[in-house]
């Protein structure tokens, strides 16, 4: 994988929503910083090594949806 990687996550209204994607995505092994974007839904997700499994668990398990 390439060491940035976008997800389009659903659900996502406000920035409570956004810190708590954030944080869930940062528990994943080898991110090593996030970005969301409210208006779009978009999540950045930076890290060299990253298993696009885990990071999809991981917004999934926090309550919110990839589309
Ligand atoms: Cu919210």
Same mark, same amino acid.
């Given at each position: 994988m390439s060491d940035i990687n976008e997800y389009t996550v659903? %659900?996502?209204?406000?920035s409570s929503c956004a810190t708590k994607v954030s944080a869930a995505v940062t528990q994943?092994? %080898?991110?090593i910083a996030t970005d969301v974007d409210l208006a779009t839904g978009t999540l950045k997700v930076t890290g060299p090594d990253v298993e696009d499994t885990a990071v999809r668990t991981a917004i999934t398990n926090a309550g919110y949806q990839i589309s």
């Open positions: 659903q %659900g996502m209204t406000c994943v092994p %080898g991110v």
